[in-house]
């Protein structure tokens, strides 16, 4: 499986402003996934994101809100902007290779006061 | 709307016992199910992928599938308390281009 690394780990913002994740996998992957875990709740789609081309987003999450790039076969990034306390999440990338499974990263834990 | 859904648990289970953990989903024309470990904290770590009906063994874990009953299960065998954690049910459909929809994950406890 691919090794797949977060940047940061943790953090913590103050409400209104925005913040980057960086999601780095070590080789090139078709697709890489973003995601959601509220506290004491199962995984979410934010979006996915495909090389060379628009993120692709769920229902209930737009590109304003959490813009995505996708400038390569190994990275990505998601922005949260405009924080609010409800963004207050574990966010995580995913990798979706020629195995067809999905490997997760570490995670960014984000709280928002 | 396609669902997953398992038990939120906790499962309590004596140590060297037998957990069962169970999944259903809505979508019948879902290919691929996958079973996620989850420990407090902790991103998630894919333990078994099952693609076929039937059983499929990996050391003490056997994932089970029934596509014409829409059910996928995990058999924890000689749970250990190094067990204890979120399992988390996955599926992929047909159309879904690698997505995955997560059940809600069930808690295991291994009491020693």
């Known amino acids: 499986s691919a090794v797949i690394s977060q940047k940061p780990s943790r953090d913590i913002c103050q409400r209104g402003t925005s913040l980057t994740i960086q999601c780095q996998v070590d080789?090139?992957?078709?697709?890489m996934f973003w995601y959601r875990q509220q506290p004491g709740q199962s995984l979410t789609l934010i979006a996915t994101?495909?090389?060379?081309?628009?993120?692709?987003?769920e229902s209930g999450f737009v590109i304003d809100k959490f813009p995505i790039s996708r400038p390569n076969l190994t990275f990505s990034t998601l922005t949260v902007s405009n924080m609010s306390p409800e963004d207050s999440s574990i966010y995580l990338c995913?990798?979706?290779?020629?195995?067809?499974?999905?490997?997760f990263g570490p995670g960014t834990r984000l709280l928002v006061l | 709307q396609k669902e997953v859904e398992q038990n939120s648990g906790p499962l309590s289970v004596p140590e060297g016992a037998i957990a069962s953990l169970n999944c259903t989903y809505s979508?019948?024309?879902?290919?691929?199910f996958f079973w996620y470990r989850q420990y407090s904290g902790k991103s998630p770590e894919l333990i078994m992928s099952?693609?076929?009906?039937g059983d499929k063994e990996d050391g003490r874990f056997t994932a089970q599938l029934n596509k014409a009953s829409q059910y996928v299960s995990l058999l924890i065998r000689d749970s250990q308390p190094s067990d204890s954690a979120t399992y988390l049910c996955?599926?992929?459909?047909?159309?879904?281009?690698?997505?995955?929809?997560f059940g809600a994950g069930t808690q295991v406890v291994v009491t020693p």
């Open positions: 995913s990798d979706y290779g020629q195995s067809e499974t999905q490997y």
């Open positions: 080789s090139q992957v078709t697709m």
């Open positions: 994101a495909n090389q060379g081309s628009e993120a692709t987003y």
């Open positions: 979508d019948r024309v879902s290919q691929s």
């Open positions: 099952i693609y076929s009906n």
């Open positions: 996955a599926v992929k459909g047909t159309d879904s281009w690698g997505k995955l929809q």
